[in-house]
């Protein structure tokens, strides 16, 4: 039920993040460690929360590697207290952690209200009262988290402070973070029909999906180009790198709303993660 695939990408959107913050400073491997270990707790009970929220949604839905949660909780028989309980120790062990390594010294303060709004925005992902994810906010507020908390929090361990400059050299990547939510969410939309969940691939026509996933790319690569040129914020290096994950969108793009699998745009975000770390790190001379 922790998701340890999806728990990877919160690794590398962190990594990212780290990467970023490498071009004003270095960062020894003990912060890095500390910082990655609070994260990867607090997003395990982000996810056990999605897993309580979602079992009538997971029951339903027809699953795919990416998609339809993570199946755990009916192929076992146990009881859904078991992802409630698992929400609240790890959520509290996580912040719990954190709070002390903040007090030590271990871990920055402005990286620790990141991870603290991260653990809000992640319950209230699935989680009452607010449940975004039911009232259609929830691809937002996935995008929000992995596209630019989960490397603003990467950048705060290094730099150890909060700065606008992550959130808006990573906005080409958000936008495909939100782009492959929409394609994650399209395998259960009958199922979250279903039970009341209201995502956008149930509030939206396959048409107008589709236009929102086609507008979404080409906002990220006009970010991109905007953000290399003229502005200078995005180096050579990322902005070549990033290129090759084009032909993944547009394949995703073309079998959108067509087949249930989102594969296609699973890998491109998850590519584009890869090369734009390699990136940074080639322009602050690491690679």
């Known amino acids: ?169 990573c906005l080409p990547f958000a936008l495909v973070v939100f782009v492959n939510l929409l394609a994650t969410q399209w395998p259960d939309r009958v199922a979250d029909a279903a039970v009341g969940k209201r995502t956008l691939a149930v509030r939206f026509s396959s048409r107008r999906l589709k236009r929102l996933y086609s507008l979404s790319c080409l906002a990220a690569f006009a970010l991109l180009i905007t953000l290399r040129y003229p502005l200078e914020l995005v180096p050579t290096t990322v902005f070549v790198a990033t290129l090759p994950v084009s032909p993944f969108l547009v394949w995703g793009w073309y079998v959108f709303t067509d087949q249930e699998s989102p594969f296609p745009t699973v890998t491109a975000m998850v590519v584009l993660l890869f090369i734009q770390i390699f990136g940074w790190l080639v322009a602050v001379g690491i690679v």
Do not use: C
Request: zero cysteines; a negative charge; proline letters at 4%.
């Open 1 to 169: 039920m922790a998701r340890p695939s999806q728990l990877g990408v919160v690794f590398l959107a962190y990594s990212l993040g780290v990467a970023i913050g490498l071009t004003q400073r270095t960062v020894d491997f003990n912060s890095f460690l500390v910082g990655a270990l609070a994260l990867l707790v607090v997003a395990s009970s982000v996810h056990y929360a999605n897993e309580y929220a979602d079992h009538e949604t997971d029951r339903l839905t027809t699953r795919t590697p990416f998609s339809g949660g993570s199946g755990a909780l009916e192929r076992s028989g146990l009881s859904r207290r078991l992802p409630a309980q698992a929400t609240a120790v790890t959520g509290l062990f996580g912040l719990g952690l954190a709070t002390w390594w903040t007090h030590a010294g271990w871990l920055v303060m402005p990286a620790f209200v990141v991870l603290l709004s991260i653990a809000v925005l992640g319950w209230g992902y699935s989680l009452e009262p607010i449940a975004l994810a039911w009232r259609g906010f929830g691809e937002l507020d996935n995008a929000l988290l992995g596209g630019f908390l989960a490397p603003l929090y990467g950048y705060a361990i290094v730099v150890e402070a909060l700065s606008a400059f992550p959130v808006v050299v």
